[in-house]
């Protein structure tokens, strides 16, 4: 019997060590489940919560703009301003505290856009308002970044960036040819039309073919001779052209992705949501999936 117990003893402290501190303690197991775990029924009325609140806030942001809104309700635009900066303060705080490593968080995406939320109040409140005016108006625009706190709680975004980084070598090849044609576009224009009809340069030049490959037309510079009309004909064909390989290469993927068949198993290393049923590790991180 002692040497069961002994046993018995050994194991439990060897899973603790392997389970990390989020399950053993069990606030912030809850507190993980809730912020993170979107599958679950308080984790997606937490999700549900926060867009509200993000939604509202950007509008509170974007009301603040309005010259005649702020003249009349500027104590309560601030109140509020700061109540949501109070509200993601302690949602971001919070976060950090449930996961495993509140390092690798606050350095990933979503982790700097939540400190990008609450940051700008924080420095328009230490920083006299009287002799740097204009730097907290750059910060007050700031707060307009929390829009991005949304992409967290969009399935179908994962799909996307997913989609994205799939494709990133053949947009990479796609984008390294646009280049190499609009130098060859912008260098022959250069040489049939010259200074004299407006392309002084070959950067110069090389400006009017992407805004002409890429169907803009802003007019201010325009081929005058005939051959250049003709050559500029060529480029805007090619433009509509030039636009639909990169949305097929992506929606490829996208198709591709979408037919896997995925569950939202969220891993609490990296916060990755997308893994297969069978999954032991996290694609991403490699942290065994718990």
């Not at 250069?190 to 110069?204: A, K, V």
């Amino acid at each position: 019997m002692p040497m069961q117990t002994r046993t018995t003893t050994k194991n439990s402290s060897k899973i603790s060590r392997t389970l990390g501190p989020n399950q053993s303690a069990p606030w912030r197991r809850r507190v993980y489940e809730i912020i993170f775990e979107s599958d679950t029924p308080a984790g997606k009325h937490f999700d549900l919560l926060l867009i509200a609140v993000i939604s509202f806030s950007v509008a509170v942001v974007m009301l603040d703009s309005v010259h005649s809104v702020r003249e009349q309700w500027a104590f309560y635009l601030h109140l509020l301003e700061w109540l949501f900066t109070l509200l993601f303060t302690l949602e971001y705080v919070l976060r950090l505290l449930s996961v495993d490593r509140p390092g690798r968080y606050a350095v990933s995406f979503f982790g700097i856009v939540d400190l990008l939320a609450i940051v700008p109040t924080y420095f328009a409140f230490f920083i006299p308002a009287s002799a740097y005016m204009v730097i907290i108006r750059v910060l007050r625009i700031l707060r307009i970044f929390r829009i991005l706190k949304l992409g967290a709680y969009l399935g179908e975004a994962d799909i996307l960036m997913q989609s994205l980084k799939a494709s990133r070598k053949k947009i990479e090849v796609f984008l390294f040819a646009i280049l190499m044609l609009v130098i060859l576009f912008g260098s022959l224009m250069y040489l049939i039309e010259g200074e004299e009809h407006g392309f002084t340069s070959i950067p110069r030049s090389i400006y009017w073919a992407i805004v002409t490959l890429t169907t803009v037309g802003y007019g201010d510079i325009a081929p005058l001779t005939g051959f250049g009309q003709a050559m500029a004909s060529v480029i805007m064909i090619c433009g509509y052209a030039i636009i639909a390989v990169p949305t097929g290469i992506v929606s490829a993927e996208i198709s591709k992705i979408s037919s896997k068949k995925r569950v939202e198993r969220v891993c609490r290393e990296c916060g990755d949501r997308f893994h297969d049923p069978d999954a032991s590790f996290c694609k991403s991180c490699g942290k065994k999936m718990k």
